[in-house]
């Protein structure tokens, strides 16, 4: 504290909002989207079916879902002509969240007038995050994009979209664990790509500027670049051999910059409510394709690390990256694709931090204060 200053550059202990959204109780492990623990809602509804519930504070009706799923469909017809300049502005050769980030930037200028509401601005986001993800991976992967299919499910149409008819699009094990991590993924209070919507949304930029400068804080590898982060990690300590001993000691070496990623949390003080679920269909999946070393040497690695006085006193456990990159692995995306399809998952919570920050009746611009540690007041002789 400094006069009535606080100084607290990690943002750890400011809250920058009041929020209805979603609420983490770091110590137990609970996470509740609207009041619902998230494990149940992973368990039970569709990720669409969870977007209306953290945009609207309600699960959908029957008619209301149809309802959205028409918007959607609509949203999305290859004729409609946001699509040409958005894909012109991703460029093949950069990596999918520079695509997704300048994509959605420009969104702000394409979208078409009613997106001026947010309502209708959320309607688009979650209608072409899939849609940009996957022509990111059809750049990554320099092929033609394929048809968004309008008659097959919100999952199923980004899974025909980025892998065709290939069994992986049809399988209901594939279709049902990317649903839900793309649940688990979908809101988690003022993350720092989350706070950065909110900060970038004050100054009354657009709703796609703001969610672009979220993709981007979101790229960082300490946020949601760490579930690439994982598994090149994981590949790098098998190319060297494979022990895993030699890395935790690294990890736990104050003098060597090396991290555990996938280990550890600002908020969480146990296990990320999401990493235990994560890990199940992490073994489901990985026990259906070809079997992945990654994975035990992941499962021995969480093992070693709850049975190490070091990540035991600092409370460092898997968070919600750690088993996640296996799980987009096995399905058969290349790790560049993983961050990105960390921010389809993420559309909702963003769509219900804009709208409710846009409403918010205290709503000012941010404009954080400093501690000025530069010189003193001087003249200059030039
Ligand atoms: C996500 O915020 C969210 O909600 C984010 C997210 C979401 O859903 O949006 O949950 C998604 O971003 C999950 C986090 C993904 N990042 C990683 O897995 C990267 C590895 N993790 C660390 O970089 C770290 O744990 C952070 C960044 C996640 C949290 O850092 P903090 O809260 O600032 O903790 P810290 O750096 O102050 O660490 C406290 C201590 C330190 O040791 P001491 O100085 O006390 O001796 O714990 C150590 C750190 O050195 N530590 C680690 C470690 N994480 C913390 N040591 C080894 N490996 C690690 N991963």
């Given amino acids: 504290r400094e006069g009535y200053l606080v100084y607290d550059p990690g943002l750890a202990d400011t809250a920058i909002c009041r929020s209805e959204i979603t609420y983490i109780d770091g110590d137990a492990g609970i996470l509740l989207y609207r009041g619902y623990p998230a494990q149940q809602v992973a368990e039970k509804c569709t990720f669409l079916q969870t977007a209306h519930l953290l945009t609207t504070g309600e699960l959908p009706t029957g008619a209301q879902e149809e309802q959205w799923l028409a918007r959607i469909a609509a949203s999305t017809l290859p004729g409609n002509p946001v699509w040409g300049p958005l894909f012109d502005a991703m460029p093949a050769g950069t990596h999918p969240m520079a695509m997704l980030a300048a994509a959605t930037s420009v969104m702000t200028s394409l979208a078409p007038d009613g997106a001026s509401s947010i309502e209708q601005a959320g309607f688009d986001l979650l209608a072409t995050m899939p849609a940009l993800a996957a022509h990111a991976f059809a750049r990554v992967e320099d092929r033609p994009r394929r048809p968004y299919d309008p008659s097959a499910g919100y999952v199923e149409n980004f899974l025909h979209m980025c892998f065709g008819d290939s069994p992986v699009a049809t399988d209901p094990a594939m279709v049902h664990a990317l649903e839900t991590l793309l649940v688990l993924h979908a809101d988690h209070e003022q993350n720092c790509s989350t706070a950065t919507l909110r900060l970038v949304s004050s100054s009354n930029a657009g709703f796609f500027s703001s969610v672009s400068a979220a993709l981007s804080a979101l790229w960082g590898p300490l946020h949601g670049g760490a579930n690439q982060a994982v598994i090149e990690m ?100 290349p790790v560049e694709m993983f961050t990105a399809l960390f921010a389809v998952g993420r559309a909702p919570g963003w769509i219900a931090h ?28 030039f």
């Fill in 234 to 333: 994981l590949q790098a300590i098998r190319d060297d051999g494979g022990d895993l001993g030699k890395y935790v000691a690294k990890a736990k070496d104050r003098n060597d910059p090396f991290r555990l990623m996938g280990f550890g949390h600002r908020v969480y003080r146990t296990f990320d409510a999401r990493a235990r679920v994560i890990r199940e269909v992490a073994r489901e999946v990985c026990g259906k394709a070809a079997h992945d070393p990654l994975l035990d040497m992941a499962l021995e690695l969480e093992e070693i690390a709850r049975n190490d006085e070091f990540f035991l006193e600092r409370k460092l456990y898997p968070n919600v990256d750690f088993y996640s990159g296996l799980i987009y692995r096995a399905m058969g995306f």
């Fill in 354 to 381: 804009w709208t409710e920050a846009a409403t918010a009746p205290e709503r000012r611009i941010g404009r954080p204060a400093q501690l000025y540690t530069g010189p003193e007041t001087r003249d200059l002789q």
